[in-house]
Structure formats: structure tokens, C-alpha cells
């Protein structure tokens, strides 16, 4: 115990410290870049499906998802949004990962939907107009989500 | 807290004042942050943050890098265990504090 400091001067200080916390946690984000590519990638692999054979396609979409398999874990954790910090893994909820993992799951299933209802409504090439759509979706969902994330991460500290 | 670290309450003059609080919980909520980064955050100048950490480095507090990122010159500064120890038990013994003055009111 110390009597250096009065009651409320200790809770400023604390205050202070819930702040500066609440100020790091609001970095918790994944590079843009990540967003970008994925959908650039997302695009590439509905014009292969849409012009090149079946086996372009199929080696296109296995070489994504190794490239992506080898890139994400680093990136997708949330902790390292920009290259002026890096927040610690405590600040971050695990969950993060498979909340990413979960939306680009559910933007597959999206597309499919999307080319599928294209397709039956005889559209030239669903599979590249779905890869256009949902990449679109990417780009926006996945900076909202992590603002979600962030948003969740301030409020857990605050709470 | 959610600090991992364990560390006995105790009252450290080195971390209390204001400024110096702000930086270390900045940097005990992070593996390692920008000198600008900091700055930024703390709205403060690069001589008075330097003077800050030269403090906080000189009690092994923190420790600072430089490397050379696509030829820049950055600098990290990143809470050794000393001083997230130090932190820790700063902020237990703010909390004391608090807890103790709330014992107080509720004898009274």
C-alpha cells in the first residue's frame, strides 16, 4: 500500500490507463491489402472458371488457397492491422481468425448462390459476374467486420 | 487488469506521472509500438517523447530498436519484463488504493 496518492487521484490514473488500452485496442485490424487481393484473387478464379478448361481452374483455385493458406495466419489475427504496432495477443480476441475464415466461407457459398441464380437466369457468365459481385463484398464486409471486431474488443475493455 | 504478468503491488514513482503512465500502458497494451505511433497518440513532441523514454530505457524499462524497413529508419520501442512487471504492479497498487479507501468509507 502507498499513501502517496489519494483515492481519486488513483482513479484518474487507472482511468488513464483503461484509455491508453482502449486507444491500442481500436488498431486491432487486418491489412487492407489482405482485402484487395482476396478479392483480386476471388475475380481471377471466376474469370478462369469462366474461359479457361476445367483443369486452369482447378489448379488456379488449389494455388489460392495454398498462397492463402501461407499468408492469413499472420495476418488475419487482427493484431498487426498497420506496421506501427503490433497489439498484444491478450488485447485480441481468438475468435478473430475464424470470424475472417467464417465471412470468406460464407462469401463462397455467396457466389455460388449468385452464379447459380445468374446462370438460370441465362446471364453470359455468371461465375465471373458472382466473382465480381461478391469480391465487391469482400473489399467493404471485411474492413466492416473487423470494425465490428474492434468495436466489441473497446467495449469488452470498457466494460 | 488482464495482464498475464504477476507482480506485488507496489507504488512505482518512475511510472506514476502522467505522461509517463500514458506511454507505458500505450506500450504494455502492445508487443511493440512505433516511436511515432506513440507520439501521435500522446500528442506529444519527438523531444519530449525522447526525453520520456530516454528516462524509461535508462531504468530498463524499455527497450528501443531500430531497424531499417525498406530503407527507413523506424524505431520500436517495445516494454521489457521489467517494465511490465513495474506496470503491473503499479497499476495493483493504484487499485489498492482504491480499494482500501472504499474499506475505509464503508468502516466509517
Known amino acids: 500500500m502507498n499513501g502517496q496518492v489519494s483515492e481519486s487521484e488513483a482513479r484518474l490514473a487507472l482511468d488513464a490507463v483503461e484509455a491508453r488500452r482502449q486507444q491500442v485496442a481500436a488498431e486491432i485490424d487486418v491489412p487492407g491489402w489482405y482485402w484487395w487481393s482476396v478479392a483480386a484473387g476471388w475475380v481471377v478464379l471466376g474469370a478462369l472458371a469462366t474461359f479457361a478448361p476445367v483443369w486452369a481452374s482447378a489448379v488456379g483455385t488449389v494455388g489460392f488457397g495454398a498462397l492463402h493458406a501461407a499468408v492469413a495466419p499472420r495476418v488475419i489475427s487482427g493484431r498487426r492491422g498497420s506496421s506501427r504496432l503490433s497489439v498484444r495477443r491478450d488485447l485480441v480476441s481468438r475468435r478473430v481468425p475464424f470470424l475472417v475464415l467464417g465471412f470468406l466461407v460464407a462469401m463462397v457459398a455467396l457466389t455460388t448462390a449468385i452464379a447459380l441464380v445468374l446462370d438460370a437466369d441465362a446471364a453470359r457468365h455468371p461465375a465471373l459476374l458472382a466473382s465480381g459481385i461478391v469480391a465487391a463484398l469482400v473489399v467493404t464486409g471485411g474492413?466492416?467486420?473487423?470494425?465490428?471486431?474492434?468495436?466489441?474488443?473497446?467495449?469488452?475493455?470498457?466494460? | 487488469m488482464a495482464e498475464r504478468v504477476m507482480a506485488e503491488a507496489v507504488f512505482d514513482d518512475l511510472i506514476h506521472p502522467s505522461t509517463r503512465l500514458s506511454i507505458v500502458a500505450l506500450l504494455a497494451s502492445a508487443d511493440w509500438a512505433d516511436f511515432a505511433f506513440v507520439r501521435d497518440r500522446l500528442g506529444l513532441s519527438d523531444s519530449a517523447l525522447s526525453k520520456q523514454f530516454a528516462t524509461l530505457e535508462d531504468a530498463g524499462y524499455v527497450h528501443i530498436e531500430r531497424p531499417v524497413t525498406q530503407h527507413r529508419r523506424r524505431v520500436r520501442v517495445r516494454l521489457t519484463d521489467t517494465g511490465r512487471r513495474a506496470f503491473v504492479g503499479h497499476v495493483a497498487a493504484l487499485q489498492e488504493v482504491i480499494s482500501t479507501a472504499k474499506l475505509g468509507a464503508r468502516s466509517d
Open chain 1, 143 to 159: 474492413p466492416l467486420l473487423m470494425s465490428w471486431v474492434r468495436r466489441r474488443a473497446v467495449r469488452r475493455l470498457s466494460a
